[in-house]
Structures are given as structure tokens and as C-alpha cells.
């Protein structure tokens, strides 16, 4: 069943799920949706699974025609969508009909808005994922003209689903991202280490799903920036010679040869997806229990959500 | 030396072997991936050898780190008897120089050897496969003789196709697609080194060896879209 025709793709949209887990030792990335909070929230309240392949709407421009009576959620950042030029609601389900268009004029917070439909898109899947990854011949990001097929669905929600407003997260207030240091901290000075844990840096303009180059203070390396390559997950933090850190994200290589000052607790992760080029992040270092601690309260958090939106 | 246990971030232990690249200690990794796999331990996602060390990533919602610690350590105690099964040996037609190698000029100049004697002395060694990795499958290959020891590229190439054979700095691969690299790339292979579309997407794993064998440009295009294993 058709969803929607592209009228203009925007500056980079993709399909997403939750990604590909269990390839990583034949070097393939797990991809998947960069904020997993938003991505499973627009799922829930359009009735669909945690897993549907959704809509990772980067910045604006996209305009999108549905072909169908459908019925969606948008989350994640706003990207001020309009629905045949009038504002419209996110976190929320929206019932469009045929002919609907549907256009995300700007930003006004955040860098990754998602868009779910009832019964989930159907673009081809690849290692039980139909996350989108160009760079291993796994589909190519939204085109102009592209019609984008969706799961038969019969029937419709009737009711409003909706994300009580105490819920929905800020992407402009937080301090600091959580950090715990290593596995290679003893490559760096004590004023290395120091500089890391309390500079500001800048996410620069090379910036995407592969990860963020920060600019800023240099971190001074002990004895030099190259280890023998290894295994590396998203949420490192990579230092190359230059002493300019790197967070790896979803669509990261997996493995590489930089020193590593540590790694993004997973709890903030879905928070740096919502990052935008310019804005400034700290770091700031905690055990592994405090993270855990986090990413229990996280899960814990969506589960909560689950119940609210009377998902089965 | 003590094989130490790390902690990469908070889903994943690092186990560190001796800091060097070895065929020896590599195989030390891959026993005790082997293990590991074996014991199917709760709450393990993924376990990655590499080429000195191995990832262990978890869900720490359903272990704990502590307990997972204390079994791979039992696991690295496992490993030291165990016997690694023999990896494959990939025979892959290859076409060196001209359009396919633009760097072989570059690389004969740097050793100061005749073409032909870089195109013999590469495609008569074997290569051992130490992991998969990087992007598309990539196998990070050992074996390559020193007298081929070459910088990368000052600059990097923005596109090398997939199939490219190449070296640079005491490293050779062969990438599956297109993309950019700073490796010298002096052939090129057309069987097929990786695809999303299989299981697994890549023919190769660690342990086993490869040879890129010097053929004509029509013998080698002869193997094209082939899957590797199928020319075993």
C-alpha cells in the first residue's frame, strides 16, 4: 500500500528502525534510528512495534504528499511540520487523507524529527533491519519522486494518542553529556585528561549519522594518538593527533586505530542525536554504576510511556 | 603476559592481549571468541575479535559487569587449550597495473623494485586474515613482505572502486565498495568480497588466507560477481 510520494526529499531523510545488532564482527555498523526515545514514542502512538521502520527527518525542507488516508505521529525535533500550511501537533497521532501535504518548514529546536505511519513503511530490508545505510549498499536516503510503500492496515485508531507534555523532552537545557574515561585514558597527560573533562567544545559542520568532529581545546596526548585498530561501539570518543575529539554514532565503522578518552553513557546518547553543528557540549565523567543507574531509569522511563499509549 | 580486562564505555568490556600483531596472539583472540560464543553468556550481544583485542558488548540491564568480567575470565582459561579450527584458503584472481593499479608505478618507484618484481613478490604471498571490520566487511590482512612497505597517499583518493587490491604502511586490503582511501591500490579483483544481501555478508573470516593471483584482465573479469567461496 502506497504511504506518501516525495515532493522534495529535504536535506538528508532516511528509514530507520532500531538497526541491525549481531553484524558488527563482519563490519557492518548497526545503524538504526539516532534517537531510539523519539523513533519508539512516534511508533507507540501510531499502534505500531517498538522495531516498525520509520521516517529519521534531518533538518527541513522535506515535503512529502500522502497518497492514502494515513494515519502518523511525529516526533524527535521540530522541524515546524505544516499540514496543507497549517501547523500541526507532534507527539501526537494525526489522521491525514489522501492528497494531504505535509511540509517541515524550519527548525525550531533539535536536529532529527521522526515520522511514523500506522502499519510501519516497507522499504527493503537487509540483515533484519530496513535501516538505511548507503555506504554498505543498504538503500539510499529519500530521493524526489520516490513513492514510499507502507504495511496493508485496516483498520484505525480511533482515539487520541498522545505524550503528556511533562514528558516530551527539551533538546536546548543540558549541562553536560556523561562520560565514562578509557579504554585508552592512560594515552593522554593528567592536563589532557583535565582539558577534556572541562572544556567547552564545538560541534563542528562535519557532523553526521557517522559521528560529530568537536572543535576546541586541544587534548594532549602521553605517548601518541595511533593503537593498533580495535573494536569500537557509538558513544566513543575517539582523539587523532590533532587532539580534537570525535564521537562515533549509529552509522560509525567498527573498528579503528585512535586513541579513545572514553565513551557517552547510553542514557545520553539519544540526546546527542538531537546536537546540532555550532551548539557546545561538555563532558562530564561518571562511574559505571551511575550509568547504569541512568540508562535503568531510561528504560524504565519508556516502559512507563508504553503503558500511557496502551500499546499491546 | 596477563590478558586485562577493560572497561569500554557502558556496554561494552574490552580484553587486551600483548600490544603488538601477531598471528600468535591473534589466535589467542580468536580461541577466546570462540569460547565465548560457545558459552552463550546471558546478556552478550556481540563478541568481536580484533587483531589484540576483543569486544565483549552487552545489555548491562541483564548482566551485570562484574559477573560478566568473571566469566571471560573463566573463558580465557578455557582458551589457552583450545584448538582453532583450520581457516579456508581464498585463491582471488587479480589484475594488476594499468587502469586497475594506478598506484603501481608509485609503489615500484618508492622500493626501488621493477613492476613486476612488486606484482610477483605481492601476489605470491599469503595473507592472513587477523579480523573483519571497519566498514562493509573489511578483512584487515597481515603477511605483507617488508620490502612493500609504503606511505599511504599525501592525499587520499575520494573514490577507489570495490575490488581495489592494495598496500600502505606494512598493510594490504582489498575494499568491498567504493570509497575513499589513502591506501597505493596496484589491481583489482571482481569476485564479489561482500553483500548485504547474504548470510554472512562476507566470505572471509579471521584465520583464514587469502593470495591475490596475478591474472589477465579477461580471466579476472571471468570471476566477476562470483561469491569468493564459490571459487574455493
Keep these: 500500500m502506497k504511504a506518501f510520494q516525495v515532493v522534495n526529499p529535504g536535506i538528508l531523510t532516511t528509514i530507520q528502525d532500531l538497526g541491525r545488532w549481531g553484524y558488527m564482527k563482519y563490519g557492518i555498523p548497526r545503524s538504526g534510528a539516532a534517537d531510539k526515545f523519539s523513533a519508539q514514542v512516534a511508533n507507540w502512538l501510531v499502534g505500531n512495534s517498538s522495531q516498525a521502520a520509520l521516517l529519521e527527518i534531518t533538518l527541513f525542507r522535506l515535503e512529502l504528499l500522502a497518497l492514502n488516508n494515513l494515519e502518523i505521529a511525529i516526533t524527535g525535533a521540530n522541524l515546524l511540520p505544516h499540514l496543507n500550511g497549517q501547523p500541526i501537533s507532534m507527539w501526537e497521532n494525526v489522521h491525514l487523507k489522501t492528497g494531504d501535504r505535509l511540509v517541515f518548514k524550519g527548525r525550531k529546536s533539535g536536529l532529527r524529527a521522526y515520522l511514523a505511519v500506522r502499519g510501519g513503511f516497507s522499504g527493503p530490508e537487509f540483515l533484519g533491519s530496513r535501516s538505511v545505510f548507503p555506504r554498505g549498499l543498504m538503500g539510499q536516503p529519500l530521493q524526489a519522486g520516490d513513492i514510499l510503500e507502507m504495511a496493508e492496515v485496516k483498520d484505525e485508531q480511533k482515539e487520541k494518542r498522545y505524550l503528556p507534555a511533562d514528558l516530551i523532552p527539551a533538546y536546548s537545557h543540558k549541562d553536560s553529556l556523561r562520560v565514562i574515561l578509557g579504554p585508552q585514558e592512560d594515552r593522554f597527560t593528567p592536563a589532557g585528561i583535565k582539558t577534556f573533562l572541562s572544556s567547552a567544545y564545538r560541534v563542528s559542520a562535519q557532523a553526521d549519522r557517522m559521528g560529530y568532529r568537536l572543535e576546541g581545546p586541544k587534548i594532549e596526548h602521553g605517548r601518541g594518538a595511533d593503537i593498533i585498530s580495535e573494536p569500537i561501539v557509538p558513544g566513543a570518543i575517539q582523539v587523532p593527533g590533532d587532539g580534537l575529539p570525535i564521537i562515533l554514532l549509529w552509522d560509525a565503522q567498527v573498528s579503528g586505530g585512535y586513541t579513545k578518552i572514553a565513551s557517552v553513557i547510553s542514557a545520553d546518547l539519544n540526546y546527542l542525536a538531537q546536537v546540532m553543528p555550532g551548539d557546545n557540549l561538555r563532558f562530564k565523567e561518571v562511574d559505571l554504576a551511575e550509568a547504569h543507574e541512568a540508562l535503568k531509569k531510561e528504560k524504565a522511563l519508556l516502559q512507563e510511556i508504553k503503558k500511557i499509549l496502551r500499546n499491546p | ?232
Aim: glycine share 10%.
Design chain 2, 1 to 232: 603476559m596477563q590478558p586485562k580486562i577493560k572497561i569500554a564505555g557502558d556496554r561494552a568490556i574490552l580484553v587486551e592481549f600483548e600490544d603488538r600483531i601477531d598471528p600468535k596472539i591473534n589466535a589467542q583472540v580468536r580461541s577466546l571468541a570462540m569460547v565465548l560464543e560457545k558459552a552463550r553468556l546471558a546478556g552478550v550481544q556481540e563478541i568481536l575479535p580484533a587483531y589484540r583485542t576483543l569486544m565483549v558488548i552487552y545489555d548491562p540491564l541483564e548482566v551485570n559487569y562484574k559477573s560478566l568480567a568473571a566469566k571471560i575470565n573463566d573463558g580465557l582459561k578455557e582458551a589457552q587449550n583450545f584448538e582453532l579450527p583450520a581457516g579456508k584458503f581464498f585463491r582471488l584472481p587479480t589484475v594488476y597495473g594499468g587502469e586497475f593499479g594506478p598506484d603501481l608505478a608509485r609503489v615500484a618507484q618508492i622500493t626501488g623494485l621493477l613492476p613486476q618484481d612488486v606484482i610477483r613478490i605481492f601476489s605470491e604471498t599469503k595473507f592472513y586474515v587477523y579480523f573483519i571490520g571497519f566498514i562493509c566487511g573489511l578483512a584487515y590482512l597481515g603477511g605483507l613482505p617488508e620490502v612493500l612497505r609504503v606511505p599511504r597517499l599525501s592525499t587520499p583518493r575520494t573514490l577507489v572502486p570495490g575490488g581495489s587490491v592494495g598496500l600502505a604502511g606494512g598493510q594490504a586490503n582489498a575494499i568491498a565498495t567504493d570509497q575513499p582511501s589513502g591506501f597505493n591500490y596496484i589491481g583489482r579483483t571482481f569476485v564479489r568480497l561482500y553483500d548485504p544481501h547474504i548470510f554472512p555478508p562476507v566470505p572471509f573470516a579471521a584465520g583464514d588466507r587469502i593470495q591475490f593471483i596475478a591474472v589477465s584482465a579477461e580471466e579476472a573479469l571471468r570471476a566477476q560477481g562470483k561469491w569468493a567461496t564459490e571459487l574455493l
